[in-house]
Structures are given as structure tokens and as C-alpha cells.
């Protein structure tokens, strides 16, 4: 029996790498533009990274990471996330010792075992960016502002943009005994997960997809109003920073988000074209995230993307290349000439295409078609002798005459 790909991760065929690279693309400019840089860390990471970041009781870290011990006795995981080991990163180099600041972004392969349906797989892939070392909320705004300008660049402008605020260390105990107060007596109307949660994580429960939860916990306290002065002064100016640049957004109050380093802005961008998968790309700020993992006291705040889910939000638009130029030749004689066209136009900038098996001209024609060129030419013993040829456009089957030199292909194709 022939070997099948693991669940839950997928290939990316070349008719859909297009798509990949469009959204790559785009994403890379869009960032560059505010400033970011790549960072490429690795896919493994030490167990103990994830847990002390992500958090020891989420369900990242309890049920979905792909963790194994290496050949020298290790525990190893594949990174679910990319936060965590762009901040080992970034406190091993010392990044911080120049200018606390830096701005990041990284693109890649994420790893989670979840139960896999139309966006959500088990391998996936993310595209996120980090900023350390402010905690202005003028930042907080530019990395959503950022977060917005990439998706109106690939033009979806359907996802939108939902914040909220988890407060701090100060102020989320307080909230976290207001919550467990109100869930109190209402715990046999919890599910067996959020019983659980109840004592470790009580604010997952907030977010959690059951029916039951979510009628249960109608009404609960919101984090907004338990924030101290300096959270909520925060929170108040990221929301007139957004004001200001004319972004647009709503407060969803129950976003509790499920990863544990979040402070204060907390976001995500949602859709409701992808069914249960409604968070397109999501993130918050970190202010004690570098600490935790034994570097020095910096904030952060990012964002990652699930690229699935971009590229299906993407629909049926058609990302394929198409060849700028066809060269047919009507027999063997004319091959090396079509050859060195076909190398010479390559060679500055084109995509130029051939026969090379020596086919019906009819049937490179039809090569020709399926590959839906811009441009074919066929060299026969005439235009050999006469060095021009007609050059047929596609679209609309015009024909321009041209010298078969590169410098006069060149501009006809331009
Ligand atoms: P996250 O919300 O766990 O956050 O994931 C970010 C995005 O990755 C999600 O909104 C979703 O689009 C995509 N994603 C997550 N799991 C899957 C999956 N199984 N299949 C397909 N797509 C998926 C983080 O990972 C944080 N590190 C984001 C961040 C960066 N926060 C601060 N900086």
C-alpha cells in the first residue's frame, strides 16, 4: 500500500502554492514597511520552553503538543506557537542589551494535535510578528493597524477586528475571584472541561464552544470592569490611537484567548466565512512573558495569522503563473534557435516555455493553451531564414510581427 501524508498536515500543491506565496508576499511588505525584520528560530524547542510560556494548564500545553523524547534523552516539542521561541531568541542573543526594542516577524510551521476539520489542521502554518521593549499603546495600535493593513492589502476586508483587555498581575486576581464568586453556583451547568477549568483557569470558561457554558455564564463579570487605573488608562488609549487612524473594531469582552502570557490588549480577527475556525489571526501583549522565561523585565505584543485560513477566505481566486511566451517550432531544425530564445529571455526576466520532446506542432499548441500563455510564436524554416516571426496573442489572437532576437521579444512581451 502506498504511503499517505499524517493527518491533519497537507501538502501544498503547486496549484495552490500561488495562493501561498501571494499572501507570503504581501505580508513581508506590509511588515517591512512598519519596520519588522525576519527572524527564522527553530521548529523544535526544548518541552519545558512551551510549558513555562504557554502555560502549564492550557489546552495547548495539556492535549495538543507533539512532544517526544530525543535519542539523547530529551524532551523535545514541536512548536504549537511561535512567540515562545522567538522570545528564547531573543533573550539567548541578548537582544535586548543593544535596544530592548525590536521588532520581529517570522513565518512557518506550527504543530498541534487537534482534531483536524476545515481550518484546523495538525500541521499548520502562521505568520506572526513580535514587538518588545514598549509599552505605549501607541504600539499596541500600530501592530493592530498593521494586523488590518495586511488582510485590506490581500483585499479581504470581511474579517473584523475584535479587543479586549486581561488586565494584570494587580488587577486580574481580583477579577479572577469576582468570576470564580459568580461560577460558583453554577457549576453543575458547566461541562466536565470547564468544571475542571473552574479551579485552574476559570476564565476559559468564558470562551468555551458549549452551549451550556455559554448559558451559564450569561452575565458573568467582565475583566473591563474589574481593570486597575493604569490597565484601563491603557486600554483607553490604545481604543483612541485606533479612533485617531480611523480602524475599525468592537470590544468582545468575553475574549479570554488560550494562551497564559496575555496582559492587558488582548485581539483577534474574526470571520464567520470559515465556520467554527472563526479566528483568522489573533495576539495580545506579553508584559511578562520575557521575565518568566529568565530574561529581563520587557514588554511585548504580537500577532499570529493561520495561513489555511487566509488562503481559504481567499476563495476561487486564481493565483497560477501563466508564461509569458510559447515558442513552438515546426521541426527539429528550428529547436536550437527556439532553445537559445527560450534561455535568453529567461535569463532576463521572462517565463518563456518549449517543447522538448518533439511534438505535433498542433499538440504544442495546445500546450500552449492548457498552459494559457500570453504570447506564442512558431519558428518555422522561413522565420529561421528570415530571422522574424509573428508573434500571436493569446487572448485575442492578434499578431505582431518581431525580429527573433531577445531585445525586440523583450519589448513586444513588455
Ligand atoms: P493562537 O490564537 O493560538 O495564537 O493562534 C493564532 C492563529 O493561528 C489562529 O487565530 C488561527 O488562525 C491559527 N491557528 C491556530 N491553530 C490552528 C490550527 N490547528 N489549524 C489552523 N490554524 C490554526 C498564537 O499562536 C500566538 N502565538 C499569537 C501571538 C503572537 N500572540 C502574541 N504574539
Keep these: 500500500m502506498a504511503i499517505t501524508a499524517i493527518k491533519g498536515c497537507n501538502d501544498i500543491l503547486p496549484e495552490e502554492s500561488g495562493r501561498w506565496q501571494y499572501i507570503e508576499q504581501a505580508a513581508r511588505r506590509i511588515f517591512e514597511r512598519n519596520g519588522f525584520s525576519e527572524i527564522r528560530v527553530p521548529i523544535m524547542e526544548k518541552t519545558e520552553l512551551f510549558c513555562r510560556s504557554i502555560g502549564d494548564t492550557s489546552d495547548i500545553v495539556e492535549k495538543e ?25 531573543y533573550i539567548e542573543h541578548k537582544m535586548h542589551a543593544q535596544d530592548p526594542l525590536a521588532k ?43 494586523l488590518c493593513a495586511f488582510f485590506h492589502e490581500i483585499g479581504l476586508d470581511e474579517p473584523t477586528l475584535q479587543i479586549n483587555s486581561l488586565g494584570c498581575p494587580d488587577c486580574r486576581p481580583t477579577y479572577r475571584a469576582a468570576l470564580m464568586e459568580f461560577l460558583q453556583g453554577r457549576l453543575d451547568r458547566l461541562c466536565d472541561d470547564c468544571k475542571r477549568r473552574f479551579t485552574v483557569n476559570p476564565l476559559r470558561t468564558l470562551d468555551c464552544k458549549s452551549a451550556g457554558c455559554a448559558e451559564a455564564t450569561k452575565g458573568a463579570p467582565a475583566m473591563l ?40 490588549t488582548t485581539f483577534e480577527l474574526v470571520t464567520g466565512l470559515l465556520g467554527a475556525q472563526s479566528a483568522v489571526a489573533a495576539g495580545g501583549r506579553y508584559d511578562g512573558l520575557i521575565s518568566q522565561l529568565g530574561g529581563p523585565s520587557i514588554p511585548g505584543i504580537g500577532f499570529a495569522m493561520g495561513v489555511e485560513r487566509v488562503a481559504l477566505l481567499l476563495g476561487e481566486r486564481d493565483f497560477s503563473r501563466r508564461p509569458d511566451l510559447f515558442i513552438a517550432t515546426m521541426g527539429a531544425g528550428q529547436r536550437d534557435k527556439a532553445f537559445c530564445l527560450l534561455t535568453e529571455l529567461q535569463n532576463r526576466g521572462n517565463r518563456v516555455e518549449m517543447d522538448y520532446e518533439g511534438k505535433s506542432l498542433k499538440s504544442q499548441m495546445r500546450r500552449a493553451d492548457k498552459l494559457r500563455a500570453r504570447f506564442s510564436v512558431v519558428i518555422g524554416e522561413n522565420e529561421l531564414a528570415t530571422g522574424r516571426a509573428s508573434f500571436k496573442r493569446m ?19 513588455a
Excluded: W
Design 225 to 264: 470592569e474589574h481593570l486597575c487605573t493604569a490597565c484601563d488608562d491603557h486600554f483607553s488609549s490604545v481604543k483612541r490611537y485606533l479612533d485617531l487612524t480611523g480602524s475599525r473594531y468592537s470590544i468582545n469582552p468575553r475574549m479570554v484567548r488560550g494562551l497564559d502570557y496575555y496582559t492587558r
Design 65 to 89: 503538543m507533539y512532544t517526544f523524547t530525543d535519542k539523547g534523552d530529551n524532551s523535545v516539542t514541536l512548536r504549537p506557537e511561535g512567540t515562545a521561541g522567538v522570545m528564547r531568541a
Design 104 to 146: 520581529l516577524y517570522y513565518l512557518g510551521p506550527m504543530f498541534r494535535y487537534e482534531r483536524p476539520q476545515k481550518g484546523r489542521y495538525r500541521q499548520f502554518h502562521q505568520i506572526g510578528a513580535e514587538v518588545t521593549g514598549v509599552t505605549d499603546p501607541l504600539v499596541d495600535a500600530q501592530v493592530l493597524n498593521m
Design 395 to 413: 487572448e485575442d489572437g492578434v499578431q505582431n510581427e518581431a525580429a527573433l532576437e531577445a531585445d525586440d521579444i523583450v519589448t513586444l512581451l
